[in-house]
T-cell receptor
Framework: EPEVTQTPSHQVTQMGQEVILRCVPI?????FYWYRQILGQKVEFLVS????????KSEIFDDQFSVERPDGSNFTLKIRSTKLEDSAMYFC????????????FGPGTRLTVT | AQSVTQLDSQVPVFEEAPVELRCNYS??????LFWYVQYPNQGLQLLLK??????LVKGINGFEAEFNKSQTSFHLRKPSVHISDTAEYFC???????????FGAGTQVVVTP
């Protein structure tokens, strides 16, 4: 069964450093999403992406964040200058262009900012 | 604006007993509703979804949920749980086909022998 994959599974970085989280969505999916889950809190939407542009972004997704689809298979989330509060589990998800519109999630990348 | 409320943060349950996890949503427009499960150190797996049609939806692993528009609820049930059902369960909603999911805070289910 096709699945969303994410790398790395765990990333440790120092405050102020740039990180890139990588995702490979399911191959025939055209809608892509990033969510995050701070430890002990609910899963929060960050951004959605379709047709090589951002469809929607949350208040969390400020200028420190960017997304890119550099090639036909990868979808990346970049945090330019990490803060302690960026420590969280980051989930990538993808969805088909046609129904049933469910989002398939990857296993997540745990980002720890020290 | 929509919101999703899960009324129980933790539900302890004995093996082979039934379980119900409560979820309420608020939205001024039609919603699509989902239940996801997160096993320890894993990602989110879809259990079931309500898009339209029959209000009783069946999912994987013996779970089912009922959409109740008048009570704006989408409670998840399983008649007999296993130890392996120990996990966190998230209710989620969205108002358009490819829009963002709004998640509830999650309910931790702990199944004991």
């Amino acid at each position: 069964e096709p699945e969303v994959t994410q790398t790395p599974s765990h990333q440790v970085t120092q405050m102020g450093q740039e990180v890139i989280l990588r995702c490979v969505p399911i191959s025939n999916h055209l809608y892509f999403y990033w969510y995050r889950q701070i430890l002990g809190q609910k899963v929060e939407f960050l951004v959605s992406f379709y047709n090589n542009e951002i469809s929607e972004k949350s208040e969390i997704f400020d200028d420190q964040f960017s997304v890119e689809r550099p090639d036909g298979s990868n979808f990346t989330l970049k945090i330019r200058s990490t803060k302690l509060e960026d420590s969280a589990m980051y989930f990538c998800a993808s969805s088909q262009e046609t129904g049933p519109y469910e989002q398939y999630f990857g296993p997540g990348t745990r980002l720890t900012v020290t | 604006a929509q919101s999703v409320t899960q009324l129980d943060s933790q539900v302890p349950v004995f093996e082979e007993a039934p379980v119900e996890l409560r979820c309420n949503y608020s939205s001024s427009v039609s919603v699509y509703l989902f239940w996801y499960v997160q096993y320890p150190n894993q990602g989110l797996q879809l259990l079931l979804k309500y898009l339209s049609g029959s209000t009783l939806v069946k999912g994987i692993n013996g779970f089912e949920a009922e959409f109740n528009k008048s009570q704006t609820s989408f409670h998840l049930r399983k008649p007999s749980v296993h130890i392996s059902d120990t996990a966190e369960y998230f209710c989620a909603a969205k108002t358009d086909s490819w829009g963002k999911l709004q998640f509830g805070a999650g309910t931790q289910v702990v199944v004991t022998p």
